[in-house]
């Protein structure tokens, strides 16, 4: 199979101390608004499997989200699902370019070192969940698949994840893969015409350790299909 990079944009919740939460509790710090719950522990297990190395952010994404464009007040947010983030009021531009330099910038310069490693043209996958209620709805999909313009390998993974008909799979839904705001995947997959896919396991769903390892499992396999199919269409004669 070809080599993979998996990251891990919204991996913790960790905030530094001198930044004191950010002026809010540990119940919220726990929820998603400060992370992608189970991503990081879906991330290492498809490591393992993949044999495949990963990168994972350092900080929470309330102190800098790493899958944001520069300049987004996303990046840096004063709300989030309703809740106020109070140490992210008013900041100043030499604080939020002190964020930028100390975490996200490291954090892509990572990714792209890793990335250009790999022996051959590596496939990009971004790793995310999302909750299973936003702005009072429901979201149904279980697992779902982001993507742009490139949909190579997004449409034979997602056949192959909705051929045993026994789970809820999105496409685009409830996120797309937007330039204007998305920026891991654009950034490093984009540009260099790389195979990409950016997948979100519904939190519920990767919230234990046994979760996380059934999901990676599945997805992997999903993705081993894809892959195959890719690459038999490129073979002379087929």
């Not at 990168?55 to 300049?71: A, H, I, K, P």
């Not at 792209?112 to 995310?128: G, L």
Request: charged share 25%; hydrophobic share 40%; aromatic share 8%.
């Amino acid at each position: 199979m070809r080599p993979v990079v998996l990251v891990c944009d919204h991996a913790t919740n960790f905030i530094p101390a001198e930044m004191f939460g950010l002026g809010l509790g540990d119940s919220q710090l726990q929820k998603h608004i400060a992370w992608d719950i189970g991503a990081a522990g879906v991330t290492r297990v498809l490591a393992e499997m993949l044999d495949a190395p990963a990168v994972y952010s350092e900080v929470s994404r309330l102190v800098v989200d790493c899958n944001r464009v520069y300049g987004r007040p996303d990046m840096m947010p004063e709300m989030s699902d309703g809740i106020a983030i109070p140490g992210n009021k008013d900041l100043t531009g030499e604080q939020r370019y002190q964020r930028i330099i100390r975490w996200f910038n490291p954090y892509h310069d990572a990714i792209e070192a890793v990335t250009r490693a790999q022996a051959a043209e590596p496939v990009f996958v971004s790793i995310h969940s999302m909750t299973q209620v936003m702005a009072g709805q429901e979201r149904p999909w279980q697992i779902s698949l982001s993507s742009f313009q490139d949909r190579r390998l997004t449409d034979p993974i997602l056949a192959a994840l909705r051929a045993r008909g026994d789970i809820t799979v999105g496409d685009n839904e409830p996120y797309d893969v937007d330039p204007n705001l998305d920026y891991t995947t654009p950034a490093h997959a984009f540009g260099r015409g790389l195979l990409n896919v950016q997948v979100e396991f519904r939190q519920d769903e990767v919230a234990s350790a046994k979760q996380q390892r059934a999901w990676a499992e599945r997805f992997a396999g999903a993705l081993r299909i894809g892959l195959d199919s890719i690459d038999s269409c490129s073979k002379p004669g087929t």
